[in-house]
């Protein structure tokens, strides 16, 4: 599958209108793209940082939603957003485990690495890093997305309960540390979010 993040931050006390207007309109208008396959919406409450990820079943899908996310999405994440990023990715491991219930937990980690060792990195997240992930407590799925042209990606971990999130800091530190190792990965940004929405349809 294939994915589109959308990365906004802003004055935290405007945040919950955005999260309304995506929890609404936002959501009619994905369901409506053919090829829609889910969405997940995160944030950081304090800091003022929101972050949503939509799947699509095809690139070609993806690209052909393009046109009308891009003119509605400003009118969606204003007044809250004063900056937005969007990227596209690939998710080359998608693992759901158990799915969380709103309130539960998401770390991102964000990498770059030289784009001809992107299948290195999704052989090290499959074979070294996803068996450990599973063994953390609170664990509820996980999915790496990779920018191969651009030798960018970014992973995502949910934990069920924000005191999950938190116990497992150290134990996916040793587990980040040594995967990025392995698959010759610079790690750029580390984040946490609530979940507020996670679903995706993987058949």
Known sequence: MFVRAVYATGDPALLSTAVRALNTEGHDLLEERPGYRGAGVFVDRELGKLLTVSWWESEEARHNSDE???ERR???LQPFAGTTAVENYEAAVF?????PVTGGGLRV???EFVPADADLAVETFHAGVLPRLELLPGFAGTALFLDRERGRGMTGVLFT?????AASRSGQATVRREGAAKAHVTVIGLEEFEVLH?????D
């Open 198 to 202: 996670a679903d995706v349809r993987a």
């Open 109 to 111: 980690t964000r990498l």
């Open 74 to 76: 400003p009118a969606l």
């Open 68 to 70: 009308v996310m891009r």
């Open 95 to 99: 693992h759901p485990g158990h799915r």
């Open 161 to 165: 309960d924000p005191r999950s999130l």
